[in-house]
């Protein structure tokens, strides 16, 4: 017997595949650069939508956006860590979204207001 134990090849295994996926969350931002436009939005374009977004590997933005009925350029900070994407205009203020990506496809979804809403973007 050399001394290591089966549970500690499993502790040893689990530590390694988490410290990879630890690995693969820290450039997420940069895995959103790129420009993205509006393909679908719930309940409907008035109440919430990002028509468009250019997001750079840098952490910055720029969008065209409507919330409430208003539609605006804006630009700013962001950060996207692979579950939530928060935006930081640069006219104040902070909003977070849940986000999911999928390949070429994000999902941006504010589930505190009722009904929910949601945009998906498509990367051109």
Not at 32 to 43: F, I, K, S, Y
Not at 65 to 78: D, F, H, I, N
Not at 87 to 97: I, K, L
Not at 116 to 122: D, G, N, S, T
Request: proline share 2%.
């Amino acid at each position: 017997m050399t001394g290591v134990s089966v549970c500690d090849m499993r502790r040893y295994a689990t530590g390694l595949l988490c410290a990879a996926g630890l690995a693969l969350l820290v450039g997420c931002s940069g895995t959103l650069a790129g420009h993205w436009r509006m393909v679908e939005v719930q309940p409907n374009r008035q109440v919430f939508c990002i028509d468009d977004v250019t997001f750079s590997r840098d952490g910055s933005y720029s969008a065209t956006t409507t919330l409430k009925g208003k539609t605006l350029q804006e630009s700013g900070r962001y950060k996207f860590n692979g579950f939530e994407v928060t935006f930081w205009p640069d006219a104040g203020g902070c909003r977070q979204y849940d986000a999911l990506l999928k390949f070429n496809e994000l999902e941006i979804l504010d589930a505190k207001q009722t009904p929910k809403q949601m945009v998906i973007l498509k990367k051109d």
